[in-house]
C-alpha cells in the first residue's frame, strides 16, 4: 500500500536500531525544525528492536513515508538474518534505508554485499556501509567502545551526528518540492570577480566556479529552469558567454538571462509566475548578502542560500541539499522546451480579445491510456510531485505502481497532452477500481501545467465513457496546496465539499460537463503562494549546512545549539575551584546549556540517562577519571560530584591530589 499522507499533514518517517538512538533522534529532532518538516518521526525504543522487526504488525512496519534500519557491529550476526527475514515479510515497496557498521571494514563489506545480493531485485531498498557515511564527513574513528559498553551507544558524538545528518538529506529529498527553477547571480557567484570593472578576459573562472557551472548545467539538461540575474550590462553579459569557452556554461544554457539594475525577485516573480512555478521549487543563489536578504524579504518561501565570500569550494556544493535530485525521467528533459511553447500559448492567448476562441482554436488533444512498463517511472513520479491538482495526495512509488497494474479489476490510466504549439508529455493520473457500474477514483492528479484549458472535464468524460461506469465516485483530501482541485470538484459538487470524503456524481452529470475559461479566470493564483506557509527560513538553513561544510564545521556542532541557562528554584553559583569548573564544562557542552551552576540539579537541567553517558565517558577521557556510572545518578549536582571525587570547596583546591584520590577509588575489575 502507498504511503497515504492525505489524512495526516505529518508524514510518518520509521527508525530502528539495534543500538541506542537517542543522540541520533535528537539531531533529526533538531534538524526537523530548522527545516519545516511536517514528520512524525517514530523510532523503534532500544531493546523492542527484534521484536518490532519481526511483528509485521508492529508499529515499524506501517504504512511510513521512509523507513531506516541502523545495525551495529557486535549485532551484525544475528541482526542481518532478522533484517532480511523482517523486509521479505513485509514487501511493501515503501523505501527502506538499511545501514550496516562493522568495526573491521573487510566484514562491513562482506556484510553489505549479501544483502545487496539478497535485495538485488528490489529497487526499494537501499543497503549502505556505515563507513561511507562516517567517511564523507571526514570521521576517520567514530567508534566508542566505552558509551557502547556503557549506554549502547556504538559511536562517538560525531559519528552519531553523521548518521542523522545522513539520514536527514534522504528524508528531506523525499519531502522537499523538486527544485523546478534556478536563479543564479554572476559576479563572484558562478565567476570570480566583477564584470564591469575586470573585464570579459579578467573575470576568474576558479575550480569551485568551474564545478557550480557544471552542476547548473546538468540541472538545465535534466529540466530545471536556469536564469541569470545579475547587476551588469547586457551587452557584457552577452559578450561574456559568447566569448569565454573555458566557461561551462553557454548562453543556451539559460532559459532567460535578466541583465540590468532592477530588482531580482521582480525579475524571478514574473518568471515564475509566468511559468506556475511555486516559491518552494526555486533555488536563489548569489553572493551578496544585501540581495539575498532583499529576495527572503520578497519571496520568503524561495529557497534563498548565498555563496561563500570566498567562493564556491567542493564542499559547499556537496553540501547544497537542494542539488539533489532524482533520476530525470525523459519527461523532465522536455520541460525546458515546452516552455518556450507554452511562451507561445500566452503569448497569443494575451493578444486574442476572445477567450472562447482562443481555447477552441488551441486544438486540445486528450488521450487516455494504460502506462506500460516505460512509464512507470514517470506515473510514480506524478504521483509524489503533483499537489496542486491531487484529488487525495495518494503518493506511490514505481514498484506500487506496477503492483496496482498487474491487480485485477483496478483501473489506472495515463494522460497525454497536445495542442497545435506541442506536446505536453505525460501530465495526468487516475487510479481507481470498477465495482460493478460503480467507479471509484482513489486518485485524480494533472500537472499544473495543463489546468485551466478543460482537460479535466475531458478527461473525466472520456473515463465514464471508456469504462462504462454509471456512477463516479472521486475521494478527495484537504491538504495544505491541493486548492486547485478543491475548486474544481466543488464546482462539480456544486456547493462547498467537506475536508475529506468522496464526490459521487453520475454518468449523466459527467456527460455535461463543459469548460468554461472564464471560470478560469483565477489560474494559478494558488500556483505561487499556496504552499509558502512555514517555508522561510528554509533556504537559510540549507545554507547554515552547506557553509558548515566549507568551513570544516564539525557535524556534531551543526545541530547543537548553546541554550541559556533554564529558569531554577537555586539561584546561580558559579563553579569553584579547577574539578567544578571541568565538570561543569562537560555537563555545558553534553547538555548544550550556555552556564551551569554548581548547585543546579542534573534532572532540573533537562538531563538524561543517554547524557550522563557522554558525561562519565567525557569524565573518563578528559578528567582521566574513572567512576562507576551509578556513581553520576547518585551526585546530581556539579559540587556533590566534585565532593565525590574529593575536591575541596575552594580555589586553592589541589587537583592533581584529587585526581589521585579518585583513581584509588575506580571500582576493581573482576577477571
Not at 523525499?174 to 564584470?195: C, E, F, M, Q, S
Not at 552542476?215 to 529540466?223: E, M, N
Not at 546549556?593 to 553517558?613: M, P
Request: hydrophobic content about 40%.
Amino acid at each position: 500500500m502507498g504511503a497515504d499522507i492525505g489524512d495526516s499533514t505529518r508524514a510518518p518517517i520509521a527508525l530502528a536500531a539495534s543500538y541506542t538512538l537517542g543522540p541520533v533522534l535528537d539531531h533529526l529532532s533538531h534538524l526537523a525544525g530548522e527545516l519545516r518538516w511536517p514528520v512524525d518521526i517514530r523510532a523503534v525504543p532500544y531493546g523492542r528492536f527484534a521484536a518490532q522487526l519481526s511483528d509485521a504488525e508492529g508499529s515499524f512496519w506501517a504504512p511510513a513515508s521512509r523507513r531506516f534500519i541502523l545495525l551495529r557491529p557486535q549485532d551484525l550476526e544475528d541482526a542481518e538474518a532478522l533484517t532480511v527475514s523482517a523486509v521479505w515479510q513485509a514487501d511493501d515497496g515503501i523505501p527502506l534505508c538499511i545501514v550496516i557498521g562493522h568495526d573491521d571494514p573487510a566484514a562491513e563489506n562482506a556484510a553489505v554485499s549479501r544483502l545487496k545480493e539478497k535485495f538485488h531485485s528490489e529497487a526499494h531498498i537501499d543497503i549502505v556501509p556505515a563507513r561511507y557515511v562516517f567517511d564523507g564527513f571526514g570521521i576517520g574513528d567514530p567508534g566508542d567502545e566505552l558509551t557502547n559498553r556503557t549506554g549502547h551507544l556504538p559511536y562517538t558524538e560525531s559519528g552519531m551526528a553523521a548518521l542523522a545528518l545522513y539520514m536527514a538529506r534522504i528524508i528531506d529529498g523525499a519531502l522537499r518540492p523538486p527544485v523546478k527553477l534556478i536563479a543564479v547571480d554572476g559576479d563572484n557567484t558562478i565567476w570570480g570577480g566583477v564584470l564591469g570593472e575586470d573585464g570579459v578576459g579578467g573575470v576568474r573562472l576558479d575550480e569551485g566556479h568551474h564545478e557550480l557551472q557544471q552542476r547548473l548545467k546538468s540541472a538545465a539538461a535534466r529540466g530545471v529552469i536556469l536564469t541569470l540575474l545579475t547587476k551588469n550590462e547586457s551587452t557584457d553579459i552577452r559578450a561574456l558567454l559568447l566569448g569565454r569557452s573555458d566557461f561551462p556554461l553557454g548562453k543556451e544554457d539559460f532559459f532567460e538571462v535578466n541583465a540590468g539594475w532592477g530588482e531580482k525577485s521582480a525579475h524571478l516573480a514574473r518568471l515564475a509566475a509566468t511559468h506556475g512555478v511555486g516559491q518552494e521549487s526555486i533555488l536563489f543563489l548569489d553572493d551578496n548578502p544585501v540581495e539575498l536578504a532583499r529576495m527572503r524579504e520578497a519571496m520568503p518561501g524561495v529557497l534563498t542560500v548565498g555563496v561563500p565570500p570566498d567562493g564556491p569550494s567542493h564542499a559547499y556544493l556537496d553540501g547544497l541539499w537542494p542539488f539533489d535530485q532524482g533520476t530525470a525521467t525523459t519527461d523532465d528533459e522536455k520541460r525546458v522546451r515546452r516552455l518556450r511553447e507554452e511562451a507561445g500559448r500566452q503569448a497569443e492567448k494575451a493578444n486574442s480579445g476572445d477567450l472562447d476562441r482562443f481555447y477552441a482554436t488551441l486544438g486540445l488533444k486528450v488521450e487516455m491510456f494504460t502506462p506500460g512498463t516505460g512509464d512507470v517511472a514517470r506515473v510514480a513520479q506524478l504521483s509524489q510531485r503533483t499537489n496542486q491538482f491531487n484529488s487525495s495526495l495518494l503518493r506511490l512509488t514505481e514498484s506500487e505502481v506496477a503492483s496496482r497494474l498487474e491487480k485485477p479489476g483496478a483501473i489506472l490510466r495515463a494522460v497525454n497532452v497536445s495542442d497545435r504549439f506541442g506536446d505536453y508529455g505525460l501530465v495526468g493520473l487516475v487510479i481507481g477500481e470498477l465495482v460493478g457500474d460503480t467507479l471509484s477514483l482513489d486518485l485524480f492528479c494533472l500537472s499544473c501545467r495543463v489546468l485551466g484549458r478543460g482537460v479535466e472535464h475531458d478527461l473525466l468524460r472520456q473515463l465514464m465513457v471508456g469504462t462504462g461506469a454509471r456512477t463516479l465516485r472521486i475521494r478527495h483530501v484537504t491538504g495544505p496546496r491541493n486548492a486547485p482541485v478543491r475548486r474544481f470538484l466543488d464546482r462539480l459538487e456544486e456547493s462547498d465539499l467537506p475536508e475529506n470524503g468522496w464526490l459521487d456524481l453520475s454518468a449523466e452529470e459527467i456527460s455535461q460537463l463543459r469548460f468554461d475559461p472564464a471560470e478560469e479566470t483565477g489560474e494559478g493564483d494558488d500556483l505561487i503562494a499556496a504552499a509558502e506557509a512555514g517555508m522561510e527560513g528554509r533556504g537559510a538553513a540549507y545554507q547554515r549546512i552547506a557553509f558548515a561544510a566549507h568551513q570544516g564545521i564539525p557535524v556534531a556542532a551543526l545541530s547543537a545549539e548553546q541554550q541559556t541557562r533554564p529558569l531554577l528554584e537555586t539561584a546561580f553559583q558559579s563553579p569553584r575551584g579547577d574539578t567544578e569548573v571541568a565538570l561543569a564544562k562537560i555537563w555545558q557542552d553534553v547538555l548544550g546549556i550556555e552556564q551551569i551552576g554548581r548547585t543546579d540539579s542534573f534532572a532540573a537541567l533537562g538531563g538524561k540517562s543517554l547524557h550522563l553517558v557522554r558525561i562519565h565517558a567525557r569524565m573518563t577521557r578528559v578528567m582521566e577519571v574513572e567512576i562507576a556510572l551509578a556513581d553520576l545518578f547518585r551526585f546530581p549536582t556539579i559540587e556533590a560530584l566534585a565532593r565525590h571525587l574529593g575536591a575541596e570547596d575552594n580555589s586553592g583546591f589541589d587537583r592533581a591530589a584529587a585526581m589521585r584520590a579518585a583513581r584509588m577509588r575506580r571500582p576493581r575489575r573482576v577477571s
